[in-house]
C-alpha cells in the first residue's frame, strides 16, 4: 500500500504536469481491498503536489462525517490547493459502512442536506448556529463560499434533492440526469441543459490487446465484482454486475483494452467536447502496469492530439 499511495501521488503530478484537468477521488471504508478510505487526505497530499489540476472528491459519504469538522478538512485542502477542490456529497449505500459508523442507514437523506447546510455556514467565516450552539469555522477556504457542493445519486429523490440545495447533479446512470433537469427549471433555475455522459473510461492501454487482456483482466474483474456486490445488496442499478471470469468481464463490454490508435478514433468521433477518463490502478493493477499504460497514452496518443491542435 505504500508503494501505491506513493505511485498514485506521482502519478497525479505527471498528469498535472501533461495538463490533466481533474482528479476524482472517492472514498470506502472496511474494504478488504484496502480502497481508499479517506479521501480528502488524499487530496491534500495531491493538492502539494500540483498546480493546476481540479481535485474533485466524488464522491464523499456525507452521512459519515462530522459536517463540522468535514468543514475545517475542506477548507484546508481548500487552501493547500488554491481553490481548486470541489465536493460530491453523496447519501451512502454500503450497509457495512454504516454499521462500521454507528450511523442509521434510515437518516442518510436528512444528514447530507445537512451537511450541505452546515458547510455553506461555516465557510461564511460567521458565526452560526449548530445543534443548539454557536460555532465558527476557521479559516475560510480559498475560494468565497467554500469548494463547490454537487449531490451524487441513483434515485430521483436525490436528483430533485440536488436541484433544490446543490451545485450540481452526479448520476449513477445518465438517465437519471432528467429528473435533475426537470427541477432545476421547476424551480426557475438555469437549465443544466442535456447530460454530457460519462467520457471515454473504464480502459487499459496496451500495443497488444490480448496482452492487455492477460495482464489487467484480473483487475477489471475485481473491480466489477466488488462494486456489483455492493450495489445488488443495496438493491441499486447500475453499471457494475458480478462476474464469473475475466471472459465474462470481455463479453460485458464495460471494460475494454485498447491500443492507441482505437482510442485515438473514438476521442475524434466523439468530438469537441469528448474527454478521457484514465483509471490507472483500477481493482487493484500493480503501478508498474498502470505506468506502462500510462506512458503509452503520453508517447502515442498524447502526442498525436497535441499535434493536431
Request: proline content about 6%.
Amino acid at each position: 500500500m505504500t508503494e501505491r499511495y506513493a505511485a498514485g501521488l506521482d502519478m497525479v503530478q505527471w498528469a498535472d504536469e501533461l495538463g490533466f484537468m481533474l482528479l476524482v477521488l472517492s472514498e470506502h471504508h472496511g474494504s478488504s481491498d484496502g480502497y481508499l478510505p479517506s479521501p480528502l487526505v488524499m487530496a491534500a497530499a495531491a493538492a502539494a503536489r500540483t498546480r493546476s489540476i481540479r481535485i474533485n472528491v466524488s464522491a464523499m459519504v456525507a452521512p459519515l462525517h462530522d459536517p463540522l469538522r468535514l468543514a475545517e478538512d475542506a477548507a484546508v485542502v481548500d487552501l493547500i490547493s488554491g481553490g481548486r477542490l470541489d465536493l460530491v456529497l453523496v447519501n451512502g449505500y454500503v450497509a457495512d459502512e454504516f454499521a462500521m459508523f454507528g450511523v442509521p442507514m434510515n437518516e442518510r437523506a436528512r444528514r447530507t442536506s445537512a451537511a450541505v447546510n452546515t458547510l455553506r455556514a461555516a465557510w461564511s467565516g460567521e458565526p452560526f448556529e449548530h445543534q443548539g450552539r454557536s460555532v465558527i469555522v476557521t479559516p475560510t477556504p480559498d475560494r468565497a463560499g467554500g469548494p463547490s457542493i454537487s449531490l451524487g445519486g441513483s434515485t430521483e429523490g436525490a436528483a430533485r434533492r440536488a436541484a433544490r440545495i446543490a451545485d450540481g447533479f452526479v448520476p449513477s446512470l445518465p438517465e437519471y440526469w432528467q429528473w435533475y433537469r426537470d427541477e432545476c427549471i421547476a424551480l426557475g433555475h438555469s437549465d443544466p441543459g442535456p447530460h454530457f455522459g460519462s467520457g471515454i473510461g473504464n480502459f487499459y492501454l496496451a500495443h497488444d490487446v490480448e496482452q492487455g487482456w492477460r495482464d489487467v483482466g484480473e483487475y477489471f474483474l475485481h473491480e466489477t465484482n466488488a462494486y456489483g456486490k455492493w450495489m445488488a445488496e443495496a438493491g441499486l442499478e447500475g453499471m457494475y454486475e458480478q462476474l464469473a471470469d475475466v471472459e465474462a468481464v470481455r463479453a460485458a463490454g464495460m471494460y475494454r483494452v485498447l491500443t492507441p490508435d482505437l482510442l485515438l478514433a473514438e476521442i475524434e468521433l466523439a468530438g469537441p467536447f469528448a474527454f478521457v477518463l484514465m483509471h490507472p490502478m483500477v481493482g487493484g493493477i500493480p503501478p508498474d502496469l498502470a505506468w506502462r499504460g500510462l506512458r503509452i497514452f503520453e508517447q502515442d496518443v498524447l502526442t498525436q492530439l497535441n499535434s493536431a491542435s
